[in-house]
């Protein structure tokens, strides 16, 4: 099985602010990989497939990057609606998600 | 826009069985591959397993946790997807979310879930 490390586990920010995530996995899984954004009680929503892909209505200020084992998803200003938590998934053999990250306000 | 809209949650005592439902609207039911992710209380998500399309033959794939207990299936008639789960363990306690499926795996829509709690 991939397992998914993500890191930190939690980021404090305050709005304005660039956000930095990680997830790094066990062994390669080419660009095969999603980020997902969950806030409290909702569903998950895709934000990013193919490492780098945003899905429909994903704002631009999300951007995934990397390949192989070391993925970056960057908020490159933090509104008030992007606190939440952070998971990322991986396709590249049977289906994975990291451990998530919790952004919340600083 | 792609609707989902799970079903069938409840209480359960564990080696008892129960099954969802999810139904769909708002695109194409029988070109999709449909999955099954779940959430336990306040933890991460987990995928459960997939169907894909009758068309390519229906297949099912499970993860290691539930394989052998748990069962997907579709009715493209009715756009619907099912999972039928036995002899339930407390650890499947979960959020459960019926999702579609595109390209390598990646969960596009999402239902908004159903509680399972398997409890004595």
């Known amino acids: 099985e991939i397992v998914l490390t993500q890191s930190p586990a939690t980021l404090s920010l305050s709005p304005g602010e660039r956000a930095t995530l990680s997830c790094r996995a066990s062994?390669?899984?080419?660009?095969?990989l999603a980020w997902y954004q969950q806030k409290p009680g909702q569903a998950p929503r895709l934000l990013i497939y193919?490492?780098?892909n945003r899905a429909t209505d994903t704002p631009a200020r999300f951007s995934g990057s990397g390949s192989g084992t070391d993925f970056t998803l960057t908020i490159s200003s933090l509104e008030p609606e992007d606190f939440a938590v952070y998971y990322c998934?991986?396709?590249?053999?049977?289906?994975?998600f990291g451990g998530g990250t919790k952004v919340e306000i600083k | 826009e792609a609707q989902l809209v799970e079903y069938g949650g409840g209480s359960v005592k564990p080696g008892g069985s129960l099954t969802l439902s999810c139904a769909a609207s708002?695109?194409?039911?029988?070109?999709?591959?449909m999955s099954w992710v779940r959430q336990a209380p306040g933890k991460g998500l987990e995928w459960v397993g997939r169907?894909?399309?009758?068309?390519?033959?229906?297949?099912?794939e499970y993860s290691a946790p539930v394989k052998g207990r748990f069962t997907i299936s579709r009715d493209d008639s009715k756009n619907t997807l099912s999972l039928q789960m036995s002899s339930l363990k407390t650890e499947d306690t979960a959020v459960y979310y019926c999702?579609?499926?595109?390209?390598?795996?990646?969960?596009?829509?999402w239902g908004r879930g159903t509680l399972v709690t398997v409890s004595s």
């Open positions: 999702t579609t499926d595109f390209k390598q795996g990646y969960q596009g829509s």
């Open positions: 708002g695109f194409t039911f029988s070109n999709v591959w």
């Open positions: 169907i894909k399309t009758t068309a390519g033959g229906g297949t099912t």
């Open positions: 062994q390669s899984i080419s660009s095969y």
């Open positions: 193919d490492a780098s």
């Open positions: 998934q991986q396709g590249s053999h049977w289906l994975t």
